[in-house]
């Protein structure tokens, strides 16, 4: 029986993404669903998947094309379509190791009577050995129990392979927001965990990833001007889950309020850092407040 869907979001990546066919293609166990969701590819990605789908594969699997409309719109999509209990973002321009299923499968045996965890993950790489953060991570039990929100705690704070109850994933959609076209993947991750679920992190490297130049990575400034209300709604979070003034989060509000319009989306939290931070600056820019955005703050 299949547990895990392999969702993968993409947009005109038909120049990599067989990379990523070949690594699911080599996988030691089948038991996995993947669902590409092209987001209006102008490249050759369609025709790929045609090819891919008249083959003899040993996992269901489906592509859908939809019209362009950013990486949160397809993954709210794939959420909607899936059946299986856990889901498993893996992006298109990335792949992984030949045992990665076998690993998640029983990873999840570990965790699934206990609700109060969101899933578990494994490490990305840049290749087998080295994980993204450059670093070794202590793994005291080859795992860490441990929130979203406790990463930087544990030296996780970098890029991770996380595989999400389905079920967590219907109740936290990620954020629609007319314009724009990408919100931050934590402004979800984080509420996750502001609820209280925690995921298992496995010191395993699973997933290997490559930061191209026209990936989401690669663009974060682009994305921060041009999507300010999704990136507002991040610093939102990460205000409402401290308790005394972060200066990284100081520092990138500052940064949205030259860089975006809709500055008055940052300032709604109780938390100490906007009292003695962002009041007084929000009310001056309150008067700025266009109505018709209200709703999403």
């Keep these: 029986m299949n547990r895990v869907t392999i969702v993968t979001p993409t947009y005109n990546r ?16 089948y038991r996995f669903s ?10 050759n990605t369609a025709s790929i998947f045609s090819d891919l789908k008249k083959s003899n594969l040993q996992f269901p699997f489906k592509y859908v094309k939809t019209e362009n409309g ?14 299986t209990e856990y889901i498993f973002l893996v992006d298109s321009d990335d792949y992984l190791l030949p045992d990665t299923v076998k690993k998640i499968n029983q ?30 991570i202590h793994f005291p039990e080859g795992y860490i129990d441990a929130t979203n929100l406790e990463r930087d705690q544990y030296g996780l704070s970098a890029d991770m392979a996380e595989v999400y109850r389905t079920e967590i994933l ?12 990408f919100v931050p993947e934590a402004t979800v991750w984080d509420q996750i965990a502001y609820d209280g679920y925690k995921l298992r992190w496995h010191e395993d490297i699973i997933y290997i990833c490559e930061y191209l130049p026209d990936g989401l990575t690669k663009q974060s400034w682009r994305l921060m001007r041009d999507n300010p209300i999704g990136y507002a709604r991040l610093f939102n979070m ?19 309020l030259m860089l975006g319009h809709h ?16 009041t007084p600056a929000a009310y001056l ?13």
């Excluded at 219907?170 to 076209?181: A, N, Q, R």
């Design 14 to 29: 038909g120049y990599i993404i067989r990379r990523l066919i070949e690594s699911i293609l080599a996988q030691t166990d």
């Design 34 to 43: 993947w669902l590409v969701i092209d987001d209006g590819s102008t490249d």
């Design 70 to 83: 950013g990486k949160q719109r397809a993954v709210n999509l794939a959420v909607s379509m899936v059946d």
């Design 107 to 136: 990873w999840i045996n570990d965790i699934e009577v206990d609700e109060h965890y969101a899933g578990i993950s494994g490490v990305k790489g840049l290749d087998p050995q080295t994980p993204v953060s450059g670093k070794e």
């Design 170 to 181: 219907k109740m936290y959609p990620f954020d629609v927001f007319p314009g724009e076209k």
């Design 238 to 256: 990460q205000i409402k889950s401290q308790d005394t003034a972060n200066w990284k989060t100081v520092l990138q509000m500052t940064t949205q």
């Design 263 to 278: 500055w008055e989306y940052i300032f709604k939290s109780n938390a100490p850092v906007k009292a003695f931070v962002c």
């Design 285 to 297: 820019l309150s008067l700025r407040r266009k109505k018709q955005y209200r709703q999403y703050i």
